[in-house]
């Protein structure tokens, strides 16, 4: 991770505008006049007589924690540039995620110029009709629908795989269930006219390379178009009834519920229709991509045994609580949520005694294809004492989650069973 310091010491014009472009503690117009630790110190609030010593990689957590970026409360920062941070499962207990607490996942740096008036969409490649299109035309031209859509990254749940695997070490919190405003995806490729030989999506966006370098893309994936046409998939323009928040896509970004989040392009100004797999940024190497088969943990994998990961597998999260928690009574009303990117969750299991015994939950519906359902469970502790509480979902594959981790070296698709500690002291 690039810390704050050498981005300031660098170049602290750019290192504002890069890391600190969304954030709001205070009027930042001066900061992007000001000197490197200057400008660092305004942010905290005071000068930093020891900052030669500042560790490599380091995010001063009197930002970190007290201000970052407006708009969002109570998340984890994992990376300063790009601006990566996620939810703690205990803050992500309503059944709707609050904008403020779904988590950030950039590649490179975000737009600066997000004007939802003068935006536009294009889409091209093979299709019989290419189509320029504002935000307006998008409402007027085709039906508006809200939907409540799941969002995860590939990633989520990295830092728990042994031997570790690199990127950003996500623990639970890289998911969120919002409340998404837009247009069908396959309407609007269809009123385009999808060529016979379309086989792949590709998506674009207006985020450039941590380089700086125009000609390079920080990413750019696709779907098939089997997948596109799926009507749950969303080019939105609101989250949770509001224009979208800057770091979660302002103006315009797609929702690719089921798919990992980076099929989801933030602030998307292209999608083009192609006759072969996409092979954009981040589509083809080892990124988003597992083993097609199980491999030992630590294992030398060739690249051409990896796969692209389609859909994202069922899971849960305990969201009512954190693990530490101290609990004075012998009873507790538990909460929490599961999703599955191959359809519905058929059951959540809960257990107290490691897995000897696991009791059905209460299972909500989901609000519409690709929503988190919510699960509710009433626990009685027979003793004083430390419990784990764990959750087990099954989809209507017939997937449950496994206790144990299918190691992968990109340290994808983590769905072991969530686990969270208390102690009893009634």
């Not at 030992?296 to 051409?304: F, L």
Request: charged share 20%; with cysteine; net charge negative.
């Amino acid at each position: 991770m690039k810390s704050l310091t050498r981005s300031y010491e660098t170049d602290s014009t750019a290192a504002d505008q890069d890391v600190f472009g969304r954030i709001a503690h205070r009027d930042r117009r001066g900061f992007l006049r000001g000197a490197g630790l200057s400008a660092l110190g305004l942010a905290l609030g005071a000068s930093i007589p020891f900052h030669r010593s500042m560790p490599s990689g380091l995010i001063p957590i009197g930002l970190a924690q007290d201000m970052l970026i407006e708009g969002k409360d109570g998340l984890t920062y994992l990376n300063d540039r790009p601006v990566n941070a996620e939810t703690p499962a205990h803050l992500l207990n309503a059944d709707i995620t609050p904008t403020a607490r779904h988590f950030i996942r950039n590649n490179g740096v975000p737009p600066q110029d997000v004007n939802a008036d003068s935006w536009r969409l294009t889409v091209d490649g093979l299709v019989q009709n290419a189509l320029d299109l504002s935000i307006e035309d998008l409402k007027n031209q085709f039906d508006v629908v809200t939907r409540a859509l799941v969002i995860e990254c590939g990633g989520n749940g990295r830092a728990a795989f042994n031997p570790p695997a690199s990127g950003n070490q996500w623990s639970l919190g890289a998911v969120a269930c919002s409340q998404w405003t837009g247009v069908r995806l396959g309407d609007v490729l269809s009123a385009a006219g999808i060529a016979k030989q379309v086989v792949y999506t590709a998506h674009e966006g207006a985020d450039t390379h941590l380089s700086g370098d125009p000609d390079k893309m920080p990413i750019s994936r696709g779907v098939p178009i089997s997948k596109a046409m799926d009507p749950n998939n969303l080019i939105a323009f609101e989250m949770n009834g509001a224009p979208l928040h800057p770091m979660n896509g302002a103006p315009l970004r797609l929702v690719i519920p089921g798919y990992p989040g980076s099929a989801s392009q933030k602030w998307l100004t292209r999608i083009w229709l192609r006759d072969q797999i996409h092979d954009g940024a981040k589509m083809t190497g080892k990124s988003y991509r597992a083993p097609r088969h199980p491999v030992a943990p630590g294992a030398d994998v060739p690249k051409d045994d990896f796969g692209i990961i389609e859909n994202m597998p069922v899971k849960s999260l305990i969201t009512s609580l954190q693990t530490g928690a101290i609990l004075t009574e012998s009873s507790l009303s538990l909460h929490g949520h599961a999703w599955s990117g191959a359809g519905a969750i058929e059951s959540v299991e809960i257990s107290i005694d490691f897995g000897a015994t696991w009791k059905q939950a209460y299972l909500s519906a989901p609000d519409n294809p690709f929503a988190w359902q919510h699960f509710d469970a009433d626990l009685e502790f027979p003793i004083s004492g430390y419990y784990e509480i764990w959750a087990r979902a099954t989809d209507e594959t017939g997937a449950s989650q496994p206790f144990a981790i299918s190691w992968n070296p990109k340290g994808y698709l983590n769905n072991s069973v969530h686990r969270i500690a208390v102690t009893v002291e009634a």
